[in-house]
């Protein structure tokens, strides 16, 4: 399968813990999203990258946030210190440059406890 | 990016047609209409998109008005499988920016 992959698919933390998510983008896929969705929501904007560089960084990113694409492949998002309302699904999305189609992974799953 | 509106829910027979409408009334003459849906615990799957002809996939096919303010989009024959979140997106494909901005969608249930 060559779509977006996402890891974990599931995580669950304590409260004040640092987490990590990973997503590796379809090949050739040059834009990278984040999202985040909360239960009976539908999902949210988060940040952006084009390549390496992140260009857009959504108001709901705290700083308690963090993405980064080192080489412009993978990205990782990391939340430090978590709290519960960090609880939700954390999408990453891809697409290249001059398609139209931006393509979801399945999402890793956070719940803080 | 323009705003849309959808029905919250709507129910379906199985093996019938389900047709989903969408109000996109301030879109611009850039911006494509997107259709995803979104199954349980799941990412959101992309359907199809056009931007003013009519188009058909293997999975649905989208219908849009001449003005442009209004989509629908048809799955012919709906199956148990159908049953997610629509989501109907109006997005613009501009040189920075391919971002999707999701609504609440409309919840399809489609019963045997």
């Known amino acids: 399968d060559t779509g977006v992959s996402q890891d974990p698919r599931h995580k669950i933390t304590k409260r004040g813990q640092n987490v990590t998510f990973r997503c590796d983008p379809i090949?050739?896929?040059?834009?990278l999203y984040w999202y985040r969705q909360t239960l009976g929501q539908g999902p949210e904007f988060l940040t952006y990258?084009?390549?390496?560089?992140?260009?857009?960084k959504s108001r709901l990113l705290s700083d308690r946030f963090s993405a980064e694409r080192p080489k412009g492949s993978f990205s990782t998002l990391e939340i430090q210190r978590t709290e519960q309302g960090d609880s939700a699904m954390y999408l990453c999305?891809?697409?290249?440059?001059?398609?139209?189609?931006?393509?979801f992974g399945e999402g890793s799953w956070l719940t803080v406890v | 990016d323009a705003k849309t509106t959808q029905p919250p829910s709507m129910d379906c027979a199985e093996g019938r047609a389900a047709n989903l409408p969408c109000n996109h009334s301030?879109?611009?003459?850039?911006?494509?209409v997107y259709w995803y849906r979104q199954i349980h615990s799941q990412g959101p799957q992309y359907i199809i998109h056009?931007?003013?002809n009519n188009e058909t996939n293997e999975m649905a096919s989208l219908i849009i008005t001449e003005d442009r303010k209004s989509s629908t989009l048809i799955l012919p024959h709906a199956t148990l499988r159908d049953t997610a979140v629509y989501y109907c997106?109006?997005?613009?494909?501009?040189?920075?920016?391919?971002?999707?901005?999701f609504g609440a969608g409309t919840t399809v249930t489609v019963r045997a």
């Open positions: 999305a891809s697409i290249r440059d001059g398609g139209n189609t931006i393509y």
């Open positions: 090949s050739e896929h040059n834009r």
């Open positions: 990258f084009q390549n390496e560089a992140q260009l857009e």
């Open positions: 301030t879109i611009s003459g850039n911006e494509y």
């Open positions: 056009g931007l003013k």
């Open positions: 997106i109006v997005s613009g494909i501009r040189s920075n920016d391919y971002k999707l901005s």
